[in-house]
Protein backbone atom coordinates (compact mmCIF):
# COMPACT_ATOMS: atom_id res chain seq x y z
CA UNK A 1 0.00 0.00 0.00
CA UNK A 2 1.14 3.36 -0.69
CA UNK A 3 1.70 5.56 1.94
CA UNK A 4 -0.45 8.58 1.01
CA UNK A 5 -3.12 7.70 -1.95
CA UNK A 6 -5.35 10.25 -3.40
CA UNK A 7 -7.36 9.66 -6.72
CA UNK A 8 -5.65 11.85 -9.19
CA UNK A 9 -9.25 12.99 -11.30
CA UNK A 10 -9.27 15.45 -12.96
CA UNK A 11 -12.60 16.66 -11.17
CA UNK A 12 -13.89 18.86 -13.81
CA UNK A 13 -16.82 21.49 -12.00
CA UNK A 14 -18.72 24.30 -12.85
CA UNK A 15 -18.35 27.62 -10.72
CA UNK A 16 -20.14 27.32 -7.69
CA UNK A 17 -20.09 23.30 -7.11
CA UNK A 18 -19.14 21.79 -4.39
CA UNK A 19 -15.94 19.37 -4.93
CA UNK A 20 -14.70 16.56 -2.38
CA UNK A 21 -11.39 15.57 -2.14
CA UNK A 22 -10.38 12.27 -0.56
CA UNK A 23 -6.85 10.53 0.69
CA UNK A 24 -6.17 7.28 2.52
CA UNK A 25 -2.93 7.27 4.55
CA UNK A 26 -1.28 3.94 5.60
CA UNK A 27 0.99 4.72 8.59
CA UNK A 28 -1.81 4.77 11.66
CA UNK A 29 1.11 5.90 13.72
CA UNK A 30 0.36 9.46 11.75
CA UNK A 31 0.01 12.79 13.65
CA UNK A 32 0.13 15.67 11.63
CA UNK A 33 -1.85 15.98 8.34
CA UNK A 34 -2.13 18.74 5.53
CA UNK A 35 -3.26 19.89 2.22
CA UNK A 36 -1.67 21.83 -0.10
CA UNK A 37 -2.19 22.95 -3.26
CA UNK A 38 -0.21 23.27 -6.65
CA UNK A 39 -0.44 25.43 -9.55
CA UNK A 40 1.41 24.71 -12.80
CA UNK A 41 4.68 24.60 -12.42
CA UNK A 42 4.68 26.54 -9.18
CA UNK A 43 5.60 25.23 -5.80
CA UNK A 44 3.32 24.15 -3.83
CA UNK A 45 1.66 26.20 -0.97
CA UNK A 46 0.27 25.05 2.43
CA UNK A 47 -3.31 25.38 2.24
CA UNK A 48 -4.27 24.48 5.48
CA UNK A 49 -3.25 21.64 8.36
CA UNK A 50 -5.96 18.98 9.12
CA UNK A 51 -7.21 18.57 12.86
CA UNK A 52 -8.76 15.53 14.66
CA UNK A 53 -12.26 17.39 14.96
CA UNK A 54 -12.34 18.54 11.62
CA UNK A 55 -11.58 22.38 10.35
CA UNK A 56 -12.85 25.14 8.35
CA UNK A 57 -11.10 28.01 6.64
CA UNK A 58 -13.83 29.85 4.65
CA UNK A 59 -14.90 27.77 2.24
CA UNK A 60 -12.67 24.74 2.97
CA UNK A 61 -13.16 22.31 5.37
CA UNK A 62 -10.56 19.61 6.16
CA UNK A 63 -11.99 16.12 7.79
CA UNK A 64 -9.46 13.42 9.72
CA UNK A 65 -10.84 10.20 10.37
CA UNK A 66 -7.74 8.16 12.09
CA UNK A 67 -9.93 5.13 12.34
CA UNK A 68 -10.11 4.72 8.42
CA UNK A 69 -6.75 6.63 8.42
CA UNK A 70 -8.87 8.87 5.61
CA UNK A 71 -8.50 12.88 4.92
CA UNK A 72 -10.94 15.05 3.44
CA UNK A 73 -11.01 18.24 1.56
CA UNK A 74 -14.70 19.87 0.88
CA UNK A 75 -14.46 22.95 -1.15
CA UNK A 76 -17.53 25.37 -0.72
CA UNK A 77 -19.19 27.35 -4.14
CA UNK A 78 -16.00 26.62 -6.56
CA UNK A 79 -14.39 29.63 -7.71
CA UNK A 80 -11.97 29.84 -11.29
CA UNK A 81 -9.34 30.68 -8.94
CA UNK A 82 -9.25 27.19 -7.44
CA UNK A 83 -8.19 25.38 -10.51
CA UNK A 84 -5.01 23.51 -9.14
CA UNK A 85 -3.83 20.19 -7.75
CA UNK A 86 -4.72 19.40 -4.55
CA UNK A 87 -1.91 17.37 -2.68
CA UNK A 88 -3.06 15.24 0.86
CA UNK A 89 0.25 15.33 3.09
CA UNK A 90 0.95 12.92 5.80
CA UNK A 91 4.33 13.19 8.55
CA UNK A 92 5.89 9.93 8.23
CA UNK A 93 6.14 7.63 10.93
CA UNK A 94 9.39 9.35 12.88
CA UNK A 95 7.43 12.35 12.64
CA UNK A 96 9.86 13.89 10.45
CA UNK A 97 9.59 14.33 6.84
CA UNK A 98 6.28 15.25 4.78
CA UNK A 99 5.04 12.22 2.59
CA UNK A 100 2.76 14.14 -0.12
CA UNK A 101 0.23 12.25 -2.10
CA UNK A 102 0.36 12.68 -5.69
CA UNK A 103 -2.49 14.94 -6.07
CA UNK A 104 -5.83 15.43 -7.02
CA UNK A 105 -6.04 17.76 -9.97
CA UNK A 106 -9.34 20.10 -10.14
CA UNK A 107 -10.56 22.30 -12.85
CA UNK A 108 -12.72 24.80 -12.09
CA UNK A 109 -15.03 26.22 -15.56
CA UNK A 110 -17.61 29.00 -15.78
CA UNK B 1 13.11 38.60 1.38
CA UNK B 2 10.67 36.70 4.15
CA UNK B 3 10.01 33.16 2.14
CA UNK B 4 12.66 30.26 1.08
CA UNK B 5 15.14 31.36 -1.28
CA UNK B 6 16.39 28.70 -3.54
CA UNK B 7 19.03 29.10 -6.06
CA UNK B 8 19.78 29.14 -9.33
CA UNK B 9 16.07 29.01 -10.63
CA UNK B 10 17.38 27.10 -13.58
CA UNK B 11 20.10 25.20 -14.51
CA UNK B 12 21.47 22.68 -17.42
CA UNK B 13 24.43 20.69 -17.24
CA UNK B 14 25.98 18.27 -19.35
CA UNK B 15 25.71 14.55 -18.44
CA UNK B 16 28.22 13.18 -15.93
CA UNK B 17 28.92 16.99 -14.56
CA UNK B 18 28.34 17.79 -10.97
CA UNK B 19 26.09 20.04 -9.93
CA UNK B 20 24.98 22.05 -6.23
CA UNK B 21 21.60 23.73 -5.27
CA UNK B 22 21.15 25.97 -2.89
CA UNK B 23 18.18 26.43 -0.08
CA UNK B 24 18.29 29.47 2.25
CA UNK B 25 15.58 28.63 4.34
CA UNK B 26 13.12 30.99 6.12
CA UNK B 27 14.90 32.63 9.12
CA UNK B 28 14.26 30.72 12.63
CA UNK B 29 13.22 27.09 11.16
CA UNK B 30 14.32 24.65 12.25
CA UNK B 31 13.57 21.60 9.81
CA UNK B 32 14.50 21.91 6.30
CA UNK B 33 13.66 19.74 3.55
CA UNK B 34 14.80 18.86 0.20
CA UNK B 35 12.18 17.12 -2.28
CA UNK B 36 12.47 16.37 -6.06
CA UNK B 37 9.57 16.33 -8.70
CA UNK B 38 9.99 15.05 -12.03
CA UNK B 39 7.77 16.64 -14.79
CA UNK B 40 3.74 15.66 -14.59
CA UNK B 41 4.98 13.55 -11.00
CA UNK B 42 4.68 14.02 -7.06
CA UNK B 43 6.87 15.32 -4.49
CA UNK B 44 9.45 13.00 -3.86
CA UNK B 45 11.12 13.25 -0.17
CA UNK B 46 15.02 13.22 -0.32
CA UNK B 47 16.43 14.17 2.54
CA UNK B 48 15.71 16.18 5.94
CA UNK B 49 17.38 18.42 8.61
CA UNK B 50 16.22 19.55 11.82
CA UNK B 51 18.51 21.47 14.00
CA UNK B 52 21.93 19.77 14.90
CA UNK B 53 20.18 16.86 14.73
CA UNK B 54 21.68 13.84 12.20
CA UNK B 55 19.61 13.82 8.85
CA UNK B 56 17.02 11.74 7.70
CA UNK B 57 18.97 10.98 4.68
CA UNK B 58 16.05 7.72 3.45
CA UNK B 59 14.89 9.46 0.44
CA UNK B 60 18.26 9.87 -1.83
CA UNK B 61 18.15 7.70 -4.47
CA UNK B 62 21.81 6.97 -4.87
CA UNK B 63 25.26 8.06 -3.33
CA UNK B 64 25.65 10.25 -5.89
CA UNK B 65 23.22 12.84 -3.96
CA UNK B 66 24.62 14.52 -0.97
CA UNK B 67 23.13 17.14 1.07
CA UNK B 68 24.64 19.59 3.83
CA UNK B 69 23.20 21.89 5.89
CA UNK B 70 24.74 23.72 8.94
CA UNK B 71 22.38 24.76 12.21
CA UNK B 72 19.71 25.94 10.49
CA UNK B 73 21.26 28.02 7.87
CA UNK B 74 21.77 27.01 4.39
CA UNK B 75 21.61 24.02 3.06
CA UNK B 76 23.05 22.59 -0.50
CA UNK B 77 22.48 19.08 -2.02
CA UNK B 78 24.87 17.86 -4.51
CA UNK B 79 24.68 15.75 -7.12
CA UNK B 80 27.24 14.11 -8.59
CA UNK B 81 27.76 12.47 -12.09
CA UNK B 82 24.28 13.94 -13.14
CA UNK B 83 22.45 11.16 -15.27
CA UNK B 84 19.40 12.52 -17.55
CA UNK B 85 17.13 10.85 -14.96
CA UNK B 86 18.03 13.34 -12.39
CA UNK B 87 16.27 15.97 -14.51
CA UNK B 88 13.42 17.53 -12.61
CA UNK B 89 12.67 20.61 -10.21
CA UNK B 90 14.24 20.76 -6.76
CA UNK B 91 12.45 21.92 -3.66
CA UNK B 92 13.55 22.80 -0.46
CA UNK B 93 11.11 23.83 2.35
CA UNK B 94 11.52 24.91 5.63
CA UNK B 95 9.42 24.61 9.03
CA UNK B 96 9.43 25.91 12.81
CA UNK B 97 9.52 22.47 13.84
CA UNK B 98 8.98 18.85 13.35
CA UNK B 99 5.54 18.65 11.25
CA UNK B 100 4.98 15.19 13.89
CA UNK B 101 4.78 17.85 16.78
CA UNK B 102 2.12 19.92 16.36
CA UNK B 103 0.81 20.00 12.81
CA UNK B 104 2.78 23.17 11.66
CA UNK B 105 2.93 22.83 7.85
CA UNK B 106 6.36 23.26 5.36
CA UNK B 107 7.24 26.23 3.32
CA UNK B 108 8.17 25.77 -0.01
CA UNK B 109 11.12 27.86 -2.21
CA UNK B 110 10.18 28.01 -5.59
CA UNK B 111 12.75 25.34 -6.35
CA UNK B 112 15.62 24.64 -9.01
CA UNK B 113 15.03 23.57 -12.65
CA UNK B 114 18.06 21.33 -13.56
CA UNK B 115 18.10 19.12 -17.09
CA UNK B 116 20.88 17.30 -17.77
CA UNK B 117 21.76 17.17 -21.68
Known amino acids: RKEVEQDPGPFNVPEGATVAFNCTYSNSASQSFFWYRQDCRKEPKLLMS???SGNEDGRFTAQLNRASQYISLLIRDSKLSDSATYLC???????????FGKGTTLSVSS | GAGVSQSPSNKVTEKGKDVELRCDPI?????LYWYRQRLGQGLEFLIYFQGNSAPDKSGLPSDRFSAERTGESVSTLTIQRTQQEDSAVYLC???????????????FGQGTRLTVV
Open chain 1, 50 to 52: VYS
Open chain 2, 27 to 31: SGHTA
Open chain 1, 89 to 99: VVANQAGTALI
Open chain 2, 93 to 107: ASSRITPGQGGVGAF
